[in-house]
């Protein structure tokens, strides 16, 4: 028994091997722009149009990228918009929380007539095309100073983050049950309380999962930032494509560097809560 | 410690009912159980008696309190979910704890607390646990510390939901009688829901017979058990479930399995030209090999019946026995002792007195219960 688990020695069939370099294939398609990535961050200007891959790398770039030398090539203040990407993302995932705990948790306890609509209305927020709200906002933040500002991004970032974050724990209270709650009611502690006390604690791994998710597709936005921002509150998406610069003066190097750079934080912070992602992307679908 | 009382209650859960108008009366002290088969009712009387569920109609009143709008931490109440319902994050000793310290039981220091939990869990044969999570129990062990989290407070009324059905047959039976024994010595007020009737007609000093949310019958284990308001409480009752025969009303007598069953038509009860009648298979004795005839009644008079042994299943010191009497077939319990083969034919006798008389009625439908086959 024990030894039928051991990993033996692997028969190798024409199929087994087949189907091992589709894998193989698909894995040089999917990653090889990344590694071209890498590699274009770590060539200087005049390289960098070159696709020969012996090439004297440099790190340079990311230097540039991070101080004043670059801002001085493009006009971008990309270590300001890597600050304000944090405190937009960060922001709108922490409101996105402290309100959306409270929604999921109703949403997840209590039917009533039309619950399932307005659920599904939040959820549509993410179906409509953010091109389409993006002009009427931008009338809006102009006449309200929320133009350019960290509230204004914090609050447009709801569109993304608010909906990920009440689905996917709605489904964590659901799985609960709320008998749960009910002994707690009746050990004598308040709803409230047995709420704290018993089915917060529970749903940890959701939040977590929750959160992260919305910080990515937060940090990964693109066009809110670009209309609603100019130069004090812009993020790294779209402080990257000013390396692309305007009229000629291309930096595919810096471009490269700055993406790195800005993929960093959404990857650190998924490798450190990865075992809540998978179970948080299948929005409890399973039985954990 | 209080009465509890029931008042038209209905709650249902959309279009599904729970339970509909249900009145019942526990005493202040009584230990009643609540019988009936699963999507009975049985749970959502409770929650509704804890608050747990909105009641559509009636009234709750514990200690002739109203309870309505009363929510379920100002109740006093202390259940036992058949779920256990135990806080996964926490372990035994915090689980038992957690009434203690919320305040509204009443106020424990650390000493009382553990004090308590020591009692309760030495009782229920669960202190060598209490640093366990309930992960890392069994489901026998879950549920006496489920059992323990209510026993550990005082509280007006304990409600217990099926709080032995995962126990292993011996457990059970030990718990039960550690059970009875609580309940005596703590007389709180108990209400106490099991598919078991076992369980029920041990442990319960009246008993509530509810089927489809609706109650059937309340009375003594003994009044359940000698006089079952309708066949479906009979065969709620007993194992193996009792024998229902259709009879015929000829010539004063009432004839069943063609013939082969025939009694005189009891004075005083009222029967039509049909009947059903009802044999309990322990209620049969051997009139042949057994001539004392079990713990029967001297002289009451007996209905006697022959048929041929079809099936015999021996089940340790009994045995079951399949008899064909007539154009029927009836069970009967025996002692394995001197039992009959297969292919044998034995004559049986039953007292008139618990010979049961039902309305008649199609196959699978409930009728009221007449009268016994004794005279009046």
Same mark, same amino acid.
């Given at each position: 028994?024990?030894?039928?688990?051991?990993?033996?020695?692997?028969?190798?069939?024409?199929?087994?091997?087949?189907?091992?370099?589709?894998?193989?294939?698909?894995?040089?398609?999917s @990653?090889f722009p990344i590694v071209w990535m890498v590699l274009l961050a770590l060539k200087t200007r005049s390289q960098q149009t070159?696709? !020969?891959?012996?090439?004297?790398?440099?790190l340079e770039n990311f230097g540039t990228v991070m101080s004043r030398r670059g801002e001085d090539l493009t006009s971008v203040n990309f270590s300001g918009a890597l600050l304000s990407s944090v405190l937009n993302c960060g922001?709108a995932? $922490?409101?996105?929380?402290?309100?959306?705990?409270?929604?999921? !948790?109703?949403?997840?306890?209590?039917?009533?007539?039309?619950?399932?609509?307005?659920?599904?209305?939040?959820?549509?927020?993410?179906?409509?095309p953010e091109l389409m709200v993006v002009v009427?906002l931008f009338?809006?933040y102009n006449?309200?100073? $929320?133009f350019d500002t960290t509230?204004g991004m914090i609050?447009v970032l709801?569109l993304v983050?608010?909906?990920?974050?009440?689905?996917?724990?709605?489904?964590?209270?659901?799985?609960?049950?709320?008998? @749960?709650?009910?002994?707690? $009611?009746?050990?004598? !502690?308040?709803?409230?309380?047995?709420?704290?006390?018993?089915?917060?604690? @529970?749903?940890?791994?959701?939040?977590?999962?929750?959160? $992260?998710?919305?910080f990515i597709f937060a940090w990964n936005n693109y066009v809110f930032p670009l209309i609603l921002t100019d130069s004090e509150a812009t993020t790294v998406t779209v402080a990257v494509t000013k390396f692309l610069g305007g009229g000629g003066q291309a930096y595919y190097n810096l471009t490269a560097a700055a993406a790195l750079i800005g993929a960093l934080p959404p990857l650190?912070?998924?490798?450190?809560?990865?075992?809540? @992602?998978?179970?948080?992307?299948?929005?409890?679908?399973?039985?954990? | 410690?209080?009465?509890?009382?029931?008042?038209?209650?209905? /709650?249902?859960?959309?279009?599904?009912?729970?339970?509909?108008?249900?009145?019942?009366?526990?005493?202040?002290?009584?230990?009643?159980?609540?019988?009936?088969?699963?999507?009975?009712? *049985?749970?959502? /009387?409770?929650?509704?008696?804890?608050?747990?569920?909105?009641?559509?109609?009636?009234?709750?009143?514990?200690?002739?309190?109203?309870?309505?709008?009363?929510?379920?931490?100002?109740?006093?109440?202390?259940?036992?979910?058949?779920?256990?319902?135990?806080?996964?994050?926490? /372990?035994?000793?915090?689980?038992?704890?957690?009434?203690?310290?919320?305040?509204?039981?009443?106020?424990?220091?650390?000493?009382?607390?553990? *004090?308590?939990?020591?009692?309760?869990?030495?009782?229920?044969?669960?202190?060598?646990?209490?640093?366990?999570?309930?992960?890392?129990?069994?489901?026998?062990?879950?549920?006496?510390?489920?059992?323990?989290?209510?026993?550990?407070?005082?509280?007006?009324?304990?409600?217990?939901?099926?709080?032995?059905?995962?126990?292993?047959?011996?457990?059970?039976?030990?718990?039960?009688?550690?059970?009875?024994?609580?309940?005596?010595?703590?007389?709180?007020?108990?209400?106490?829901?099991?598919?078991?009737?076992?369980?029920?007609? +041990?442990?319960?000093?009246?008993?509530?017979? =509810?089927?489809?949310?609706?109650?059937?019958?309340?009375?003594?284990?003994?009044?359940?058990?000698?006089?079952?308001?309708?066949?479906?409480?009979?065969?709620?009752?007993?194992?193996?479930?009792?024998?229902? =025969?259709?009879?015929?009303?000829?010539?004063?007598?009432?004839?069943?399995?063609?013939?082969?069953?025939?009694?005189?038509?009891?004075?005083?009860?009222?029967?039509?030209?049909?009947?059903?009648?009802?044999?309990?298979?322990? +209620?049969?004795?051997?009139?042949?090999? +057994?001539?004392?005839?079990?713990?029967?009644?001297?002289?009451?008079?007996?209905?006697?019946?022959?048929?041929?042994?079809?099936?015999?299943?021996?089940?340790?010191?009994?045995?079951? =026995?399949?008899?064909?009497?007539?154009?029927?077939?009836?069970?009967?319990?025996?002692?394995?002792?001197?039992?009959?083969?297969?292919?044998?034919?034995?004559?049986?006798?039953?007292?008139?007195?618990?010979?049961?008389?039902?309305?008649?009625?199609?196959?699978?439908?409930?009728?009221?219960?007449?009268?016994?086959?004794?005279?009046?």
């Open positions: 028994m024990a030894r039928e688990m051991m990993p033996g020695r692997r028969r190798f069939t024409a199929g087994s091997v087949g189907a091992d370099l589709l894998i193989l294939l698909w894995f040089v398609f @990653l070159s696709t !020969y891959f012996a090439f004297s790398p440099t922001g995932v $922490l409101v996105s929380l402290l309100i959306g705990i409270p929604a999921a !948790y109703a949403a997840g306890r209590w039917k009533y007539r039309g619950s399932e609509d307005l659920m599904f209305q939040m959820l549509s927020f993410r179906f409509a009427p009338v809006i006449q309200t100073g $929320l509230y609050w709801q983050t608010m909906p990920l974050v009440v689905w996917i724990l709605r489904s964590y209270f659901q799985d609960l049950s709320p008998e @749960l709650e009910q002994a707690a $009611l009746l050990d004598g !502690y308040t709803r409230r309380r047995a709420f704290v006390m018993v089915a917060l604690p @529970l749903v940890r791994p959701g939040i977590a999962a929750a959160a $992260l998710l919305a650190v912070l998924a490798l450190t809560i990865q075992r809540y @992602l998978v179970r948080g992307l299948s929005f409890g679908a399973v039985k954990a | 410690m209080a009465t509890l009382e029931l008042e038209g209650v209905t /709650t249902r859960y959309g279009k599904v009912v729970g339970v509909e108008d249900l009145e019942l009366t526990v005493g202040d002290g009584e230990f009643f159980v609540v019988l009936g088969p699963s999507g009975a009712g *049985k749970t959502t /009387t409770l929650k509704s008696v804890a608050g747990l569920v909105d009641m559509d109609a009636g009234r709750v009143s514990i200690g002739g309190r109203d309870m309505g709008g009363v929510e379920p931490y100002h109740r006093n109440v202390a259940m036992a979910f058949e779920s256990y319902a135990l806080y996964p994050q926490k /372990t035994v000793f915090e689980n038992l704890a957690s009434p203690l310290r919320s305040g509204r039981t009443g106020t424990y220091d650390k000493a009382e607390q553990s *004090k308590r939990i020591e009692l309760v869990t030495t009782t229920l044969g669960i202190n060598h646990l209490l640093k366990r999570f309930p992960r890392e129990l069994s489901n026998g062990q879950r549920q006496r510390v489920a059992l323990g989290r209510v026993l550990v407070r005082p509280a007006d009324v304990y409600l217990l939901d099926e709080p032995l059905s995962h126990l292993d047959a011996k457990l059970r039976a030990a718990m039960r009688a550690e059970l009875k024994q609580l309940g005596e010595d703590s007389s709180t007020t108990s209400l106490y829901v099991t598919h078991d009737y076992q369980e029920a007609l +041990d442990l319960g000093e009246r008993i509530a017979v =509810l089927r489809h949310g609706r109650l059937v019958q309340v009375g003594t284990p003994e009044q359940i058990w000698r006089e079952p308001a309708d066949t479906f409480v009979a065969k709620a009752l007993g194992q193996p479930e009792i024998n229902l =025969l259709d009879g015929e009303v000829t010539g004063g007598r009432i004839v069943a399995a063609g013939g082969a069953v025939s009694l005189p038509v009891p004075s005083g009860v009222d029967v039509g030209d049909r009947v059903r009648v009802g044999l309990r298979p322990r +209620d049969l004795d051997r009139a042949d090999a +057994d001539p004392d005839g079990g713990a029967h009644r001297a002289g009451a008079e007996r209905l006697h019946l022959r048929g041929r042994v079809h099936l015999a299943e021996r089940l340790g010191r009994l045995v079951e =026995l399949s008899i064909e009497v007539g154009d029927t077939e009836i069970i009967m319990v025996a002692g394995s002792d001197h039992a009959p083969g297969e292919g044998d034919v034995i004559d049986m006798a039953i007292d008139l007195a618990d010979v049961h008389l039902f309305a008649p009625g199609a196959p699978g439908e409930e009728t009221a219960r007449l009268g016994s086959g004794r005279p009046r």
